[in-house]
Each structure stands twice: as structure tokens, then as C-alpha cells.
């Protein structure tokens, strides 16, 4: 740094030294607003998580409070959603229900895509056998249905929701390792990895440092469409009566609950059950925009 150079100077320094970064920033978002598909699934998201967050404030029914006297009534201003069997607040158990989605989303997303990821990348840059073995165990899990497999591995868990995250989890990590591996056989074959090795850098070094940050891309793309399938299996094992159990309102089990008053009490079951297909539908356009977002093509 130059002697006397005043703080003006330093940060105009600062921005021009950014400026591609902004230049890029700035570019991003003009193609997420021209995508508009994308910005209904990223509302949709917001107002998902702004529910979990907010559930509180948003009523003041307690989600496994019971009152028989108020059992089985219909929609109307007292309760938005109207009250199931036991007469709880229909409204209150879906706001609720979103904490737990979001927090079977986070876990399962974290323990997946780093199971994934980190056998992707390893099968792909060290190849020979190292690739077979790995490539082979995965491609074990794929030879079954992910619902079957998981309903597998809860039965055998113990049905509760900390199992129904782990059995998603086991089933769901398949996905990253194959876009991982593809992404790591093409990184590794570049000249300025061939360097890097040349210059006496371990192999975790250039794994964390160089293949990692590029090739996971293609992995959060596919993280974010995943999301909405985590959301069907949860709610899938719960409705099975595999996952959270009661009392915990989990959005497939409320459903559950529901389903021998479907005709007569229709609200038990469909607002659930209507929360289950927005938000999934949100977490499908946000994948597709982020997708095109990040096509190179899209971006020239």
C-alpha cells in the first residue's frame, strides 16, 4: 500500500479490485428477475420460512392442545382452518407443521449432501478401484425405490422423527455422489490441477480447496430440487404412520389423522395437504431458476 493514500482512495481502490464480483452480482439478479418462475417459487420460500419463523405470532392455538368440546368444526373465523377429531386448531398444527419441515429439510439436506459430496468427489478424483467400490454401493441404493427404502430402514429404526430424518438421509445422498463424481472427474483432469500436484499439494488439499468449490454447483441445484421430494417423504412416511408421531403436527401425519373423516370433515386433510403441494411446488421452481441462472449460456 502507498504512503498518504487517504481513505477515499483506499476504498475506491476496495470497489475497483471488486467490481467484477459486483458486475456479476448485479447480473444474477437482473436474469432472477427476468425468470419469473423463479421469483414465485423464491416467494413462495420466503413465505414458507417467514411461517416457520413466525408461528407464534401467527396464532394463539396450541398445536396438541386438545379440547372436546370444539371437536370437528368446520372453518370459520374463530378457527381459520377448523378443528380435527380431538379438537385441535387445524391452522395452528399446519403453521407449526412448518417448523418441522424445515428442520427435517435442514438435517437431512446437511447429512446428505456431505455423505454425497464427499463420496462423489473421492470416487471421482482418485478413479481405479477407489471409484468402483464407492460407485458400486451407490449404485445399491439406487436399485430400490428411495420411498421403499426409506419405509425400510424406519420400520427397522423405530418409527419417530429422528429416524425418518436419518432413513431420508441414508436414501438421499445417492444423488449428490453421482453429480460429485461426474463434476470431479472433469476438474481433475485440468492443467492447473495437474500443477498444483506437480508443486507437492496433498490430495485433501486439492479435494477441499480446488475440486470441492467446483463442483458444487450442479450439487445445490439439485439440493434445492430435492427439496420439495424430502417434504413428499417425510410426509409420505408420516401418513404411513413411519415418521413424527403424535402429537408432533408433521404436515403427512396431520393428514393421516384426517383421512376417516374425508367426506364429512374435508378441512383435516386438505389444508395440510394443500401446504404439502405449494411448497413443494415453490422448492420446483426455485431449483429451475437457479438452474438457468446458472447456465452459461442463460448468462451471456
Same mark, same amino acid.
Given at each position: 500500500m502507498v504512503k498518504g493514500i487517504t481513505l477515499k482512495e483506499r476504498f475506491r481502490l476496495f470497489l475497483e479490485q471488486r467490481r467484477p464480483i459486483i458486475e456479476d452480482w448485479k447480473h444474477t439478479l437482473y436474469l432472477w428477475k427476468s425468470t419469473p418462475l423463479a421469483m414465485i417459487g423464491t416467494m413462495i420460500i420466503l413465505a414458507f420460512l417467514g411461517i416457520a419463523l413466525f408461528a407464534p405470532l401467527l396464532t394463539s392455538y396450541d398445536p396438541i392442545a386438545q379440547d372436546l368440546n370444539n371437536r370437528l368444526l368446520p372453518p370459520s373465523s374463530q378457527h381459520l382452518f377448523g378443528t380435527d377429531q380431538?379438537?385441535?386448531?387445524? +391452522?395452528s398444527r399446519v403453521v407449526y407443521g412448518a417448523r418441522v419441515e424445515v428442520w427435517i429439510i435442514f438435517i437431512v439436506s446437511i447429512i446428505s449432501v456431505g455423505i454425497g459430496t464427499l463420496v462423489g468427489i473421492t470416487a471421482?478424483?482418485?478413479g481405479g478401484a477407489v471409484d468402483e467400490i464407492l460407485m458400486r454401493i451407490t449404485d445399491m441404493f439406487l436399485a430400490f425405490p428411495r420411498l421403499v427404502l426409506a419405509m425400510a430402514f424406519t420400520a427397522a429404526l423405530g418409527p419417530? #422423527?429422528?429416524n425418518t430424518i436419518i432413513a431420508i438421509s441414508l436414501v438421499d445422498w445417492t444423488v449428490y455422489a453421482r453429480l460429485a463424481?461426474?463434476?470431479?472427474m472433469k476438474v481433475k483432469s485440468q492443467p492447473y490441477i495437474e500443477a498444483i500436484r506437480a508443486l507437492g499439494a496433498k490430495n485433501t488439499r486439492i479435494m477441499a480447496l480446488h475440486v470441492l468449490p467446483m463442483s458444487i454447483s450442479p450439487v445445490i441445484v439439485q439440493l434445492t430440487l430435492r427439496m420439495g421430494t424430502i417434504i413428499l417423504t417425510a410426509a409420505? #412416511?408420516? +401418513?404411513l404412520g413411519l415418521g413424527a408421531q403424535p402429537p408432533i403436527p408433521e404436515w403427512g401425519a396431520i393428514v393421516s389423522d384426517g383421512r376417516s373423516y374425508l367426506v364429512g370433515q374435508w378441512w383435516i386433510t386438505t389444508f395440510p395437504g394443500l401446504a404439502i403441494a405449494v411448497v413443494v411446488l415453490g422448492f420446483n421452481l426455485l431449483g429451475d431458476g437457479i438452474r438457468d441462472i446458472l447456465?452459461?449460456?442463460l448468462r451471456r
Open positions: 380431538y379438537g385441535r386448531d387445524v +391452522f471421482g478424483y482418485f419417530n #422423527l429422528t463424481r461426474a463434476e470431479a409420505g #412416511l408420516g +401418513f447456465d452459461p449460456r
